[in-house]
């Protein structure tokens, strides 16, 4: 199983070096999906909770 110039043993290291790249950035991209959608219901929170006082500012209690 040569392939070219290449030895077998710095193969092999670059296969695990490319399976671990490949984990950590699924991890990663995960990480960033999830703070992305923790962002966006933040600002939703922050909208729904603006709209609320402005309707209470506008409507006072009878």
């Not at 392939?3 to 671990?20: E, K, T, Y």
């Not at 960033?32 to 209470?56: F, G, H, S, W």
């Amino acid at each position: 199983m040569s392939s070219g110039n290449v030895p077998q043993g710095d193969m092999v290291a670059g296969i695990w070096r490319d399976f671990a790249v490949a984990v950590i950035t699924a991890f990663r991209r995960r990480d960033e999906r999830a703070i992305a959608d923790e962002r966006r219901r933040a600002v939703e929170r922050l909208a729904e909770e603006t709209i609320r006082r402005q309707r209470q500012a506008a409507d006072p209690p009878e």
